[in-house]
Nanobody, 125 residues
Framework: QVQLAESGGASVQSGGSLRLSCTVS????????MGWFRQAPGKEREEIAS???????NYAATVKGRFTISQDNAKNTLYLQMNSLKPADTAMYYC???????????????????RGQGTQVTVSS
């Protein structure tokens, strides 16, 4: 298992920006896929951004063009830059990592032991 800790969640107004960070307790090169997920109350979990081997990125249609995933291996940190935030982006945001066949393309499995505890993002209109 690995320890992941998200930070950067906050309450912002519509149109604002936030950058979420996810610090990973092990070398990030260990993990071939990393990503961000979110879950709003009463809704299913949504995979929103992922990155594979530091190169290939994928985004959900709901965030494409507004959110950017990136990683800094020297800092063992995964980022999610969120711009043009909307009230519909309000959710708990989680990071996850994985490797091998636990990756579905660039998307980690979100299994226990390989995901963080989450950070809350609230966007008001």
């Amino acid at each position: 298992q690995v320890q992941l800790a998200e930070s950067g969640g906050a309450s912002v107004q519509s149109g604002g920006s936030l950058r979420l960070s996810c610090t990973v307790s092990e070398r990030m090169e260990t993990y071939s896929c990393m990503g961000w997920f979110r879950q709003a109350p009463g809704k299913e979990r949504e995979e929103i951004a992922s990155i594979r081997e530091g190169r290939t990125t994928n985004y959900a249609a709901t965030v494409k063009g507004r959110f950017t995933i990136s990683q800094d291996n020297a800092k063992n940190t995964l980022y999610l830059q969120m711009n043009s935030l909307k009230p519909a982006d309000t959710a708990m945001y989680y990071c996850a990592v994985d490797f091998g066949w636990f990756c579905s393309g660039s998307w980690p499995s979100f299994r226990a032991g390989y995901r963080g505890q989450g950070t809350q993002v609230t966007v008001s209109s």
